[in-house]
């Protein structure tokens, strides 16, 4: 597999299985500047299984996390609109030889209903998703463009959705560039495994099946004009340590050929998958603190990436992840194309299975109680921050002023638009807190967007 050397990365595991306290204090020390970690160092990090160091990693990490991105944490909801699919992944309900699911690919006018139904609770971020379908077939560089106007045309009252990111197929270059003049956010492509003999016997058939192609696509999206990139393992399918490893060897290609890393970090635990026989026992389960601890080091070793969560974990795993380096989660989620029209159901045909049921006020309501601002910001795309810009800011941590203010004017306008009433109430008083810290300059600022909030505008940030 290109970019991964798979004997580097396990001579660097098996010659970190030695603990050294010093060692692992220095790379801490390291962390906290806010540098980047190499591979030898996050190895180090990965061997730990002392637990009082590890509650020193995950101090670290909690540190970290707050310097660059304070305490706010951005929300966000996928939406499938094809589970239409060419490939055999052994792990996932979509594969193709799967009949058990019902296939469906959304029109334009469904992806608006399933949009507004988001909007219409709250909603300000989507992540649209949809299988790989063969070559020719539905799902195809023109149906996401179409998609994406269709996300973006939906309208509830005054509310739009601010930013779609988009997790789909590996595209050609000038496929990629129709996709941003489409005006997605980021495009978000996993490797599922970073070992090589894994890959291949996990993806036996289909597009996907080619290892190079997947990871390839990567730098084309670079090439085509993309510079907000997402990228993830599937933990589960190998080694964790190694996963980990592999992900942070492609972060090194990528900064290293075009000066930007991920622009966002996912961490997804195999969870079972209807007709998927694998997923309900995965080859390399990774344990609760095993997992724990993945999220603290990639923290560490890439600072300035936003790490996501999703509602494949439950809500006690997903709420102690927060203060270990998670910066985005989804909320209220379905992985079905269509899933939301039926909300109160059972999410039949989607992808895997979930375990974080709450609304998104439920998941609101937990975030204030650990004192997190909810955020549905989408500043740093209309502004062009992104990429090598954004990364300028965020590796110092300079980018966490904005980020506040713009949480808060999001956070406000959820509260008046569509909070219950016990949310709103704790709501205000987090935002009255909150302005309190803030120096008399962006204290103006917020007091003009808070007044222009109550006037009924919308979408407005610095």
């Known amino acids: 597999m290109k970019y991964i050397n798979e004997e580097r990365i396990n001579n660097l595991l098996v010659d970190a299985t030695k603990f050294d306290s010093r060692k692992i204090d220095a790379i801490l020390n390291k962390a906290k500047l806010l540098k980047r970690l190499t591979l030898e160092e996050s190895a180090s990090l990965l ?17 970290v996390k707050d310097k660059i991105y304070g305490r706010r944490v951005v ?23 799967n009949s058990l699911i019902k296939r469906r690919a959304l029109n334009p006018l469904e992806i608006i209903d399933q949009t507004e139904w988001l909007l219409g609770h709250g909603h300000k971020r989507i992540l649209m998703v949809c299988g790989e379908d063969a070559p020719g077939g539905k799902a195809n560089v023109d149906y996401y463009v179409e998609a994406v106007r269709a996300i973006y045309a939906a309208e509830v009252g005054k509310n739009k959705i601010k930013r779609v990111n988009v997790n789909c197929a590996p595209l050609n270059i000038d496929e990629f560039k129709k996709l941003k003049a489409s005006g997605i956010g980021t495009y978000q492509l996993f490797q ?23 990871i390839d696509a990567i730098d084309r999206a670079f090439t085509a004009g993309i510079d907000d990139i997402g990228i993830g393992a599937l933990y589960g399918l190998y ?62 070793s890439v600072p300035y990436t936003g790490i996501i969560i999703s509602t494949r974990e439950n809500p006690e795993m997903r709420d102690s992840l927060l203060s270990l380096g998670v910066s985005q989660v989804s ?30 006020d439920e998941v609101i309501a937990t975030l204030v109680k650990h004192d997190y601002i909810p955020s549905f910001c989408a500043a ?24 506040s203010i ?57």
Do not use: W
């Not at 987090?430 to 222009?452: G, T």
């Open 406 to 462: 713009n949480a808060l004017v999001t956070f406000k306008e959820y509260l008046d638009d569509f909070a219950s009433e016990p949310v709103r109430k704790s709501g205000y008083k987090m935002i009255e807190r909150y302005f309190k810290q803030l120096d008399h300059l962006e204290q103006e600022k917020l007091k003009v967007l808070f007044a222009h909030v109550d006037s009924g505008v919308r979408d407005e940030y610095v």
């Open 75 to 97: 929300l966000f909801a996928p939406l499938y609109i094809s589970n239409l699919c060419a490939n055999n992944c052994l792990y996932c309900a979509f594969k193709a030889d």
């Open 380 to 403: 740093c795309y209309r502004m062009e921050r992104t990429g090598e810009v954004f990364m300028d800011m965020a590796k110092p941590g300079t980018i966490k002023g904005k980020c």
């Open 192 to 214: 599922e495994t970073y070992n090589h003999e894994t890959y291949l016997r996990m993806h036996p058939k289909g597009p996907k099946s080619d290892p190079d192609n997947r």
């Open 331 to 360: 909320a209220a989620s379905r992985t079905s194309p269509g899933g939301y029209s039926d909300f109160d159901k059972e999410d039949t045909g989607g992808q895997f299975s979930l375990n974080d049921y709450r609304s998104l």
């Open 47 to 63: 061997a730990v299984d002392d637990l009082v160091y590890m509650q020193k990693i995950f101090s670290a990490a909690s540190f």
């Open 239 to 300: 080694d964790y340590r190694f996963e980990t490893l592999g992900l942070l060897s492609h972060v090194e290609h990528m900064e290293k050929k075009f000066k930007v890393g991920p622009h966002t970090i996912s961490v997804p635990r195999i969870e079972p998958a209807d007709g998927a026989e694998l997923s309900f026992n995965p080859p390399y389960k990774i344990t609760d603190e095993e997992f724990k601890k993945v999220v603290a080091v990639l923290r560490l």
